[in-house]
């Protein structure tokens, strides 16, 4: 179907609004989708005719989803996405060639399709990781089919166009490589340094994210923008304390002293209880979860900085404060800490700025970690 | 002529599940289950602070996401004898009960139906007789023919792309599928709906635990989860009725959905109550208080032991009787490993003998896999819907009594079906329907709490750690989805000596011990006939029944003696 791919005010062409109908979807539904997507990738209303447009097209690029050291919370997570919801994803939107957790085949059948795959689809499938991969011991920690999750990830991920880590394990090393890291669990980046790694960290990470940046790429045909720790800005671009819908009981100086008291039932701000959403870059206020029934700490419980590096270490105790300070000036020190954090972190990931088909020329490539001032 | 064969990897589970069997004159003669992964966040656990334990333990799983919170708080809990508002226990029921609700409709329509269900046999359906069926068995209002022959026509595009994606290399066509085609369909188009539906009824999680996968409002002492009427930012009128609706959008969905189809499947695989039985003894904790007396005998879901299919003599369960053994799993105990070990006074020492990556086959009569090998007074011991079902129905639990009578009744089968793959796939199909019966009672109470003033959700008296003994001790238990759960914990100075969980799969999946005696998952697959060994499809049915989860089955236990990190707590 061709169609203009932009309009000033972002209206969709009738015949794109007529084709979905016939699938049951009403207008207004999808114009509501439309507008809901754009605005979590941050894009202006005129690209919205673009994104309709790349729906329409029959383009699913082959995926293959990997799970190693992980808990399936970002396949749940998965599950529950709801723009596109899974199924639409696996029968309209993608290829899914193989993911262990909910594909038919099994053992040698299975192993069969994730191989056949990769070479069909040589340099053009998008490569899923969740779950860490443990390097310790030669990787004996973690087989699939015999063969180990190290070995696995180099084939699959070193001849995929993209990669996708999905959740903290993948992006980061998450659970497997808190301290003392007893399997060598390192993340994706780490055990293949040359694939082209897109992290979508969180514990699991945001189902929204994921469609979000899986219908980026199908629209534009490349992937999001990212920061230094190879994260899109759409999605991790601002403290959780930016945006947090308790911002002003902070700035007011009301908080909740104890679970259950006052102030707690009342919506007060939760950093005396251990609150990280200071130190935190990810969208958990705007996005919310669960088809935006709510997050954390609308639910009453503190952030656990679950999108940054190495969270199991630098985060907990959970419920003590971050360092305090008189008045209101955990501001500049939740800027040195979050610094801190993602100076230290940028040093354990080694150079970052990987080289991309899709980056290459690409305006956006000159983004790298830019701390608001 | 003998045959062995390998699947690896078990697909449509949790985890990494590898399953060796050996097979001769068309049947399984010996059989090893073997987990390949391993995280050891035990190991990571160990000095953190107790009140933290529970964000860690629920990354065991991000299936049975809800179940390490509440059995790791318990065991805190147990340890520093904090006794939670009434409040706290109905939300943790509602959440409980939801997370079992939602989990088994996965496992039935997303992990174990394509064992059962032939998709491609679905396109050669009558949606007009596939409608007629639908109306047949259920009050289901989605039941047109126009809406069969809708999903007919997606599934039919999709397969006509060429590019059959997670359908893909699935054993279609295979002799042991036995569905009429108007089945396969009417299965299909609810695998659909079930997704859908699924994604729904969790936002309960959300609204009382902030999200799903891993909620958050999980603590020690209660939740974080606010209770107050006259509150925009707590459980106030307005949230009550949402969960009340999503509640009574799953209770229907079970009732009309769910169990008609389960009955209707399952009559055409009657043979498979003869089949998968496995060791006859089993576990199960109990759960779902139903009073905040804090008595075992309040759970809804009664506790007790049952060896050699004894429905006549139920036993107490004692958690001190419980051991693992490791004689044939990656580890090593320093008293030898041919000891149990009781989870209090458990050892931690990976020691991976197994072949270098890649490989073809273990060495099965050595150390084949990273679970261990629980055992009951030396037992294999079977957990999970099928012992909590046959325990309750064995002690006269009048509910699951009629439920289960109901459809033994439908199929036609008498009580000792129920030890078979269809057996444990019907007992899932139960205890679903109860707890999503059960739910609307506890949101009732704990409305009526809320409507007298009681608002209490989290009792703090023992939250600062200044206030705990300088040593504790305690076991949490809970009935997950897939089975009975022990937390086991060790507090010194304020900081975890010692952490210990024995899950559901664990029990089920785990290798044989020193006296030779295989796992639930092994004994299981003895005497399963296999058609054709290079298309195992009868392996993953029996499997599959379990419901397995892997991720949560691996974990390694600290020693006491090692040397602990103090934790400083502000």
């Not at chain 2, 695989?269 to 060791?279: F, P, S």
Request: hydrophobic share 40%.
């Amino acid at each position: 179907m061709k169609v203009d791919e932009t309009s000033p005010d972002g209206t969709l062409p009738e015949a794109i609004l007529q084709a979905w109908e016939a699938r049951g979807v009403g207008r207004r539904d999808f114009i509501k989708y439309c507008t809901a997507l754009a605005a979590t990738l941050a894009l202006p209303p005129a690209l919205i005719p673009r994104l309709a447009a790349a729906m329409e097209a029959d383009n699913r690029p082959p995926v293959i989803w990997l799970e190693f050291q992980g808990c399936t919370g970002d396949t749940e997570a998965l599950l529950r996405a709801n723009q596109p919801t899974v199924a639409e994803l696996i029968l309209d939107r993608l290829s899914v060639e193989y993911h262990e957790t909910i594909m038919a085949a099994a053992g040698a059948q299975a192993e069969e399709a994730k191989w056949a795959a990769v070479e069909k689809y040589k340099g053009q499938y998008i490569a899923v990781v969740e779950g860490s991969i443990p390097a310790g011991d030669g990787g004996v920690y973690c087989c699939v089919g015999g063969d180990s999750a190290l070995n696995i990830v180099r084939k699959v991920c070193g001849n995929a166009a993209a990669t996708i880590a999905v959740g903290n394990c993948a992006s980061f090393g998450g659970i497997p490589a808190a301290a003392p890291n007893p399997t060598g669990a390192i993340s994706v980046q780490q055990a293949v340094p040359g694939a082209t790694v897109i992290n979508l960290p969180g514990c699991p990470l945001n189902a929204d994210n994921l469609t979000a940046t899986i219908v980026h790429y199908l629209t534009f045909g490349r992937l999001p923008a990212v920061d230094g720790l190879n994260r899109p800005f759409f999605a991790y671009g601002k403290r959780i304390h930016d945006n947090c819908e308790r911002r002003s009981h902070f700035d007011a100086g009301q908080y909740a002293e104890a679970f259950g008291d006052d102030g707690h039932r009342r919506g007060h701000c939760l950093y005396k209880l251990g609150c990280k959403g200071p130190e935190t870059f990810h969208n958990c206020p705007t996005v919310r979860y669960n088809e935006g029934q709510s997050w954390p700490v609308m639910a009453g419980h503190g952030c656990i900085g679950c999108a940054e590096p190495h969270f199991w270490d630098t985060m907990t105790p959970f419920y003590r404060r971050l360092p305090a300070v008189p008045g209101f000036g955990v501001e500049a020190t939740a800027d040195k800490i979050g610094l801190g954090l993602a100076a230290a972190t940028a040093l354990a990931f080694g150079a970052h700025g990987v080289a991309s088909a899709f980056r290459k020329g690409d305006a956006m490539e000159s983004d790298k970690v830019k701390k608001e001032e | 002529m003998s045959k062995k064969i390998v699947v690896d990897p078990v697909t449509r589970i949790e985890g990494h599940l590898r399953i060796e069997a050996q097979v001769e004159g068309g049947k399984i003669v010996n059989a090893w289950s073997s987990s390949t992964a391993f995280r050891g966040i035990e190991t990571i656990l160990k000095g953190r602070d107790p009140r933290d334990a529970h964000h860690f333990t629920q990354r065991f799983c991000g299936v049975c996401t809800t179940v390490h919170s509440i059995a790791s708080i318990r065991c805190v809990e147990d340890a520093l004898k904090i006794q939670i508002p009434d409040n706290a226990r109905l939300i943790r029921n509602l959440i409980m009960a939801i997370q079992s609700v939602q989990d088994h409709v996965i496992h039935f329509y997303h992990l174990h139906a394509l064992d059962w269900v032939d998709i491609t046999s679905a396109l050669k359906a009558d949606p007009a007789a596939t409608a007629r069926l639908a109306q047949s068995i259920s009050e289901w209002p989605q039941a047109s023919a126009t809406y069969f022959k809708t999903n007919q026509e997606r599934i039919a595009a999709f397969v006509g792309t060429g590019r059959l994606g997670p359908f893909a290399n699935g054993y279609w066509g295979h002799s042991a599928y036995r569905l009429p085609a108007e089945a396969n369909l009417m299965a299909v188009a609810h695998y659909l709906e079930a997704l859908e539906w699924q994604k729904d009824i969790i936002r309960i999680h959300a609204i009382l635990g902030s999200k799903n996968p891993h909620p958050q409002t999980f603590l020690v002492g209660g939740m974080a989860i606010p209770v107050d009427p006259d509150s925009q930012n707590a459980i106030n009128a307005d949230k009550l009725a949402l969960i009340g609706k999503l509640l009574k959008k799953a209770r229907v969905f079970v009732e009309q959905v769910y169990i008609p189809d389960l009955l209707a499947v399952a009559s055409f695989y009657k043979e498979w109550a003869g089949i998968g039985g496995g060791v006859g003894n089993f576990l199960t904790y109990g759960d779902f208080p139903m009073d905040n007396s804090g008595s075992l005998e309040s759970n809804y879901f009664p506790r007790g032991v049952i060896l050699g299919r004894d429905l006549a003599n139920v036993m107490p369960m004692d958690e001190e009787k419980i051991t693992e053994y490791v004689t044939h799993s990656w580890y090593s105990y320093s008293g030898g490993d041919g000891k149990g070990l009781h989870p209090y006074d458990g050892e931690t020492s990976h020691n991976y003998t197994g072949p270098r990556p890649p490989y073809d086959f273990l060495d099965t009569d050595d150390k084949y896999s990273w679970v261990k090998a629980p055992r009951y007074m030396d037992q294999p011991m079977e957990v999970g819907p099928l012992a909590r079902m046959v325990v309750a129905y064995a002690r006269g639990h009048k509910e699951v009594q009629e439920t289960v009578n109901f459809v033994l009744g439908k199929l036609g089968v008498g009580p000792e079906a129920l030890f078979s793959t269809l057996g444990r796939t019907a007992a899932r199909g139960i205890e679903t329907l109860l707890l999503a019966q059960k739910s609307e009672l506890w949101l009732q109470q704990l409305t009526d709490n809320m409507g007298r003033g009681i608002l209490a959700v989290h009792n703090g008296e023992r939250w600062d750690p200044a206030t705990w003994p300088k040593e504790s001790r305690g076991f949490g238990y809970h009935e997950a989805p897939r089975g009975a759960l022990g937390h086991w914990i060790r507090i010194e100075n304020g900081a975890i000596a010692n952490f210990q969980a024995v899950v559901p799969s664990t029990w089920n999946a785990g290798p044989r011990d020193p006296m030779g005696q295989m796992g639930p998952y092994e004994a299981a697959l003895i005497g399963t006939p296999v058609a054709d060994p290079g298309k195992p499809l009868e392996i993953l049915r029996t499997i599959h029944s379990f419901d397995p989860c892997l991720a949560c089955a691996v974990h390694v236990l600290d020693g006491r003696g090692t040397e602990m990190v103090q934790v400083k707590v502000l």
